[in-house]
């Protein structure tokens, strides 16, 4: 069974930083593409950082560029969210999700099949 866990969620001051983690379990993390994921209370849910399975390729939201970079840790099955400079709007939840497919990763939800359950990432003073 594929299954996705996020960690690494807190409440944070403006300014701080988190690592999000996202361990995965029933199938190899690094033949997949993954993408990090948000949902505010409200609000769509919301493309953050993706990650290619191959080539290195990486993007991001234009909200998050040059604070947030996301990696992996193969020998773990785990990839991570590092997150800087945190700000209140950055506030929500935060899920990983995978696609089996190489080279390529996309910002859209509607591309991922596989989800973990969210963690909780509060930035407020």
């Known amino acids: 069974q594929l299954q996705l866990v996020e960690s690494g969620g807190n409440l944070v001051q403006p300014g701080g930083s988190l690592r999000l983690s996202c361990a995965a379990s029933?199938?190899?993390?690094?033949?997949?593409?993954i993408g990090w994921f948000r949902q505010a209370p409200g609000k769509e849910r919301e493309g953050v950082s993706c990650?290619?399975?191959?080539?290195?390729?990486?993007n991001y939201a234009d909200s998050v560029k040059g604070r947030f970079t996301a990696s992996r840790e193969n020998a773990k099955n785990t990839v991570y969210l590092q997150m800087n400079s945190l700000k209140p709007e950055d506030t929500a939840v935060y899920y990983c999700?995978?696609?089996?497919?190489?080279?390529?990763?996309?910002?859209?939800?509607?591309?991922?099949?596989?989800w973990g359950q969210g963690t909780q990432v509060t930035v407020s003073s």
């Open positions: 999700a995978a696609m089996p497919i190489q080279w390529v990763c996309a910002l859209s939800p509607g591309s991922y099949d596989t």
């Open positions: 029933g199938f190899t993390l690094n033949a997949y593409a």
């Open positions: 990650l290619s399975s191959r080539g290195g390729s990486t």
